[in-house]
């Protein structure tokens, strides 16, 4: 009995909560639909709401598409297509940022009213200038008045300056017939007058060529007659061979310079006029006393030495004189072809001569030749040169021989003042001499014949030197 009841307790409790789960579950099911009929009464009335507005935008694009002049049914690409054919034909220029028709209907109502104000500017100013061409035309008429006025006072000026011309003509006419004849008997005065001068001129000329013979005559004459004797400047007092020194009888007080050269001639030679034989050349090195000096041999003859007693000659110092030159072109000392008219100015200057005047190989003049100048040295005659440096070479020598100088070879003057070169100058490059570079032997080695003689070779003795001796 009391299982039953436990059972039927159990199963009430079970009934009870099923009864309470089901109620639970109602009234759950049943808030929900509730939602859901007010949601779709909302989405209904959404939706009516949304049909009337597409509706009303319908009805709004079909105002637009007639407002901008298309029909009803016409697309949005027809419509785009046809805006921006309208903006490349009447809004070019129109700001992109605001491309609308009522943008263009603006731009265009803009560019008209300006238009409109420029015609009516153009109109005024067609009116003012209408005006002006009428106040114009008025003073124009009275300029031309004046015009005609003036116009008719020079005719008559005209007329009578032509009249005056006319007259002033005639008077001229018949002055221009006088001034022609008295011309005509000038030119016979004046033609006849130059005849006379040619011929008193040809007759100066010829007696002036005959004056000028009979003056070269007469100077060569007199030249002849009054020629210098050239005698020695002094001696040698003394000779010392071992040291290649001599002293001479020449010092300070004749004004003897250091460096001087001088040629050496036997003892028996007292004139040097015609041409006398070298036998060697001194320097002098140091002036001893008023009347002595000392000088290094230059140049020595073994078989004919240096001996006291031989006398010395230079011809670019005298005792108390200095001797003037005058060099041309072609001063060539070593045969290189190159001119060495600084080193002769230098030799010349150092035994105490004076160059006045010397002729650069291009041709170019230094200096002045003077009354005081009494040698020219005649350098090489150039082979082949310019007009201009056989020009200047020319006319050196005319006036030399104007002033009376002595005319010398490059030869005459370096024999006769003893110089010797003692110092080789090799040159190189295009104008070198070939004759520097030949071979030579080894330094102390004598040189051997190869044997083959010519056949005009012929023997030679030594001369037999005089009974003197320098010890």
Known sequence: MARESQGLQIALIVFVMFTIILGVTTFLFSKEYGKTKALAADKQKAAEEASAAQKAAEQENMRLKQVVGHSDTATLSEVDEAFNTDIQTYAKNLNETNLSYRAICQSLFKEVT??????????????DIQLANQNLEKAKEAQLQQFLARAKKAEDDLAAEKAKYLADRGQLT????????????????????????????????????????????LRDRLEEQTQEIIQPDGKIT????????????????????????????????NDLTTAATKKGAIEVVALVGDNMAEARILEDVISDPIMPGDRIHTNLW???????????DGIDLDGDKRSDVDEVRNLIAMNGGIVDFWLTDDGKPNGQLTAGTRFLVLGQEPETADLDRLTARTKVIEEAKMYG?????????????????????????????????RAKPPEGVPRVSSGTVSDLFQQRNPPTPAVRSAY
């Open 114 to 127: 300006d238009k409109n104000a420029e015609l009516a500017a153009a109109k005024k100013q067609i009116v």
């Open 174 to 217: 018949q002055t221009v017939q006088q001034v022609e004849g008295q011309k005509a008997t000038e030119r016979q005065q004046a033609q006849a007058a130059i005849t006379k001068v040619d011929a008193e001129k040809k007759a100066i000329a010829s007696d002036n060529h005959t004056l000028k013979m009979t003056n070269s005559a």
């Open 238 to 269: 003394f000779v010392n061979q071992s040291q290649g020194t001599v002293w001479i009888d020449i010092g300070r007080a004749a004004g003897l310079s250091l460096l001087t050269n001088f040629a050496v001639y036997s003892a028996d030679t």
């Open 318 to 328: 005298k005792p108390g004189e200095r001797q003037r030159f005058a060099l041309t």
């Open 405 to 437: 100088l002595k005319i010398i070879s490059l030869t005459d003057l370096l024999n006769g003042m003893g110089y010797v070169r003692t110092t080789a100058v090799v040159r190189f490059g295009s104008q070198a001499n070939p004759n520097d570079f």
